[in-house]
């Protein structure tokens, strides 16, 4: 399903991608290095912290990498709709991470789904030679699929669960992007 979209230009201005770029996506990722160090300081929560802290520096080198990766890239309007719905479920999960109540659960699988259907329908323009968006399309909604029936088995290995789902999309990222961009 790979539909083109109007790529806004590099040096056209745009309040959207520039509220994402230089306020959204620092804020969001300062709010994901608050979470990890609230939870080194004091876990609070018995024998869950491993994971939590695992989640959050798997998260936080996720969005080191891709912002980094996408920054001179071109934007389409929906998929800056996307990274504003994005950086909102990323910030309540964060927070749900470190809080450890919230739905931290319910927050990924929002996230997975969202990425998962941004990519099947090409919201973002590839940037470099990175294989398609497709394939990553599908591993995040089929992680998605697996991590809603998983937390509904068993909540009291949620922190785990969780741990695993990022950590099985990030692989997933890594495979496809490494070595492909610019």
């Given at each position: 399903m790979n539909i083109p979209r109007q790529v806004t230009p590099k040096g056209e201005e745009n309040?959207?991608?520039?509220?994402?770029?230089?306020?959204?996506?620092?804020?969001?990722?300062g709010n994901v290095a608050w979470s990890f160090f609230s939870v080194a300081i004091d876990p609070g929560c018995g024998g869950n912290t491993f994971p939590r802290l695992a989640t959050l520096l798997a998260l936080a080198f996720y969005l080191s990498a891709e912002w980094?990766?996408?920054?001179?890239?071109?934007?389409?309007?929906?998929?800056?709709c996307f990274d504003l719905f994005l950086v909102i479920c990323i910030v309540w999960f964060a927070i749900?991470?470190?809080?450890?109540?919230?739905?931290?659960?319910?927050?990924?699988v929002l996230i997975l789904t969202a990425v998962g259907i941004g990519h099947l329908c090409s919201v973002?323009?590839?940037i470099g030679e990175g294989k398609g968006n497709i394939e990553?399309?599908?591993?995040?909604?089929l992680i998605a699929?697996?991590?809603?029936?998983?937390?509904?088995?068993?909540?009291?290995?949620?922190?785990w669960i969780i741990f695993f789902a990022i950590s099985t999309?990030?692989?997933?990222?890594?495979?496809?992007?490494?070595?492909?961009?610019?």
């Open positions: 309040f959207l991608r520039d509220f994402l770029k230089e306020i959204a996506w620092p804020a969001m990722a980094y990766r996408t920054k001179k890239g071109g934007a389409t309007s929906l998929g800056l749900a991470i470190q809080a450890n109540k919230g739905a931290p659960g319910f927050a990924l973002w323009p590839p990553f399309g599908r591993v995040n909604i699929v697996v991590l809603s029936i998983a937390l509904q088995v068993s909540s009291s290995w949620q922190s999309v990030l692989v997933a990222w890594w495979i496809l992007r490494h070595g492909k961009t610019k």
